[in-house]
Antibody
Framework: QVQLVQSGAEVKKPGASVKVSCKAA????????MHWVRQAPGQGLEWMGTINPSGGSTSYSQNFQGRVTMTRDTSTNTVYMDLSRLRFDDTAVYYCARDQGDYIGDYWGQGTLVTVSS | QSVLTQPPSASGTPGQRVTISCSGSSSNIGSNTVNWYQQFPGTAPRLLIYTNNQRPSGVPDRFSGSKSGTSASLAISGLQSDDEADYYCAAWDDTLNVFMFGGGTKLTVL
């Protein structure tokens, strides 16, 4: 069965970087784009960007341009989201979500809490 | 503030039918398909409706979606207590080049 398993919670200081992983299983990794979506405490969902695991091409939300980098490792079926120059308001749960082709999010990771605190 | 506008809250009694609206513009709902997601506290969102009105397998037919022009709606019939959750609409925005989520609607079953 399809599974997206994310890395564990992180606590970072302002200005630092964080790298969250999302390991896919149960399907052909390179056949489906992957998206990253975040949710600040008590807030709604915010799309961050997407990566094509086949060729590695990416598209990012302007809100994160210059701070976010999405990569993949086809040998381990894992996608990564690297967010730099962290701010307090980057405290959120970060989700990976698979793209079905016509729609996003037929499968989601369990979420990774990133806390930015001094 | 989201480009896709949802009411912050909605409510109904068990067995009732409730509707949640999602208002957008020509660059998002008006030119792209709409998805709906259900989210319980502390859990990942779950795809509820895709391509305006399609249900993934496992989603009860009590949930239905529709779209007209630059607006979309999610209807839940035969409301149940375990429908109490947050609901988000979403669509691609061609102008902003982002996948937009609505602000979310908290559904309370009275």
């Amino acid at each position: 069965q399809v599974q997206l398993v994310q890395s564990g919670a992180e606590v970072k200081k302002p200005g630092a970087s964080v790298k969250v992983s999302c390991k896919a299983a149960g399907y052909t990794f390179t056949s489906y784009y992957m998206h990253w979506v975040r949710q600040a405490p008590g807030q709604g969902l915010e799309w961050m960007g997407t990566i094509n695991p086949s060729g590695g091409s990416t598209s990012y939300s302007q809100n994160f341009q210059g701070r976010v980098t999405m990569t993949r490792d086809t040998s381990t079926n894992t996608v990564y989201m690297d967010l730099s120059r962290l701010r307090f308001d980057d405290t959120a749960v970060y989700y990976c979500a698979r793209d079905q082709g016509d729609y996003i999010g037929d499968y989601w990771g369990q979420g990774t809490l990133v806390t930015v605190s001094s | 503030q989201s480009v896709l506008t949802q009411p912050p809250s909605a409510s109904g009694t068990p067995g009732q039918r409730v509707t949640i609206s999602c208002s957008g513009s020509s660059s998002n709902i008006g030119s792209n398909t709409v998805n709906w997601y259900q989210q319980f506290p502390g859990t990942a969102p779950r795809l509820l409706i895709y391509t305006n009105n399609q249900r993934p397998s496992g989603v009860p037919d009590r949930f239905s979606g529709s779209k007209s022009g630059t607006s979309a709606s999610l209807a839940i019939s035969g409301l149940q207590s375990d429908d109490e959750a947050d609901y988000y609409c979403a669509a691609w925005d061609d102008t902003l080049n982002v996948f937009m989520f609505g602000g979310g609607t908290k559904l309370t079953v009275l």
